[in-house]
Structure formats: structure tokens, C-alpha cells
């Protein structure tokens, strides 16, 4: 689990409470950039979830598919103060990346089939704004 999280961390910004489990990485533009990515949405921000980084120039387009692949778990998720936020999920044994962008009516999809452990790489790269 060392991949993926190298060379997106900032140092010496850390005036804002970020996700504990990723340490550092929380980043908020000033400017809304019109990519849905960045708006936020009308929820408040706990600030206790993951936020999700912009995306890097050389990050990999997963092929996301409207339909979950039946009944699925939650396993973690991101922050819902963005319009944007994803969700790892446990699926009949595999496990997937649900994305929702909170419009009316929301827009729903899904990626992935993987091991626990792929999913997890995966999840932090979408974190990290390697792969969305
Ligand atoms: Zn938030």
C-alpha cells in the first residue's frame, strides 16, 4: 500500500482540519473551477471524510457503468459537501467504486469488480486524483 501516494503531498499547508487517514492531503480551491469536481454542494462539511484531490494530468479513465452489479455495502466514502463524492463498496463479494454527483435527480455509477486489496489501490487513487 505504499503506491499511489507519492508526490501529491503539499508540505507546510495545513491551516485546515484534514481527514485523518489522509493526512495532510485536504485541498479545497478558492475558485470554482465549473468542473462539478470542485463545486460544492449545499451540505455542510463535517470534515471527517476523505475529499477527494483534483484530478493530475496523467490520471487514468476508469470505464464507469450506470448499474451496480446488485445489493452492495458501503465501505467507505467521501466527503458529501462536494457535489461530487464516491463510495467503495462491497458487492456479492467483490468490490466496486460508486460515484454520485448530487444533481436532481442525482446521476449514479459504478466501477470495478476487484479483490479487497485492488479496490483499495484503486480507492486511494481516486482519492489522490490518479484515477477517476
Ligand atoms: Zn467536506
Known amino acids: 500500500m505504499t503506491r499511489g501516494r507519492s508526490g501529491v503531498r503539499r508540505g507546510g499547508r495545513e491551516s485546515s482540519p484534514g481527514p485523518p487517514h489522509l493526512g495532510g492531503e485536504y485541498e479545497l480551491p478558492d475558485t470554482p473551477s465549473g468542473d462539478p469536481e470542485d463545486a ?19 490520471y487514468r479513465a476508469l470505464g464507469w457503468d450506470s448499474l451496480p452489479q446488485g445489493r452492495y455495502r458501503v465501505v467507505e466514502h467521501t466527503c458529501s459537501c462536494r457535489t461530487v463524492f464516491y463510495e467503495l463498496v462491497s458487492c456479492g463479494g467483490l468490490y466496486m467504486i460508486h460515484r454520485v454527483i448530487q444533481r436532481r435527480p442525482p446521476e449514479h455509477a459504478f466501477t470495478g469488480r ?14 489522490t486524483g490518479q484515477a477517476r
Open 40 to 58: 460544492r454542494s449545499a451540505w455542510p462539511c463535517p470534515g471527517v471524510s476523505a475529499h477527494p484531490v483534483r484530478v493530475t494530468s496523467e
Open 114 to 127: 476487484w479483490t479487497l486489496r485492488e479496490a483499495r489501490e484503486m480507492w486511494q487513487r481516486v482519492l
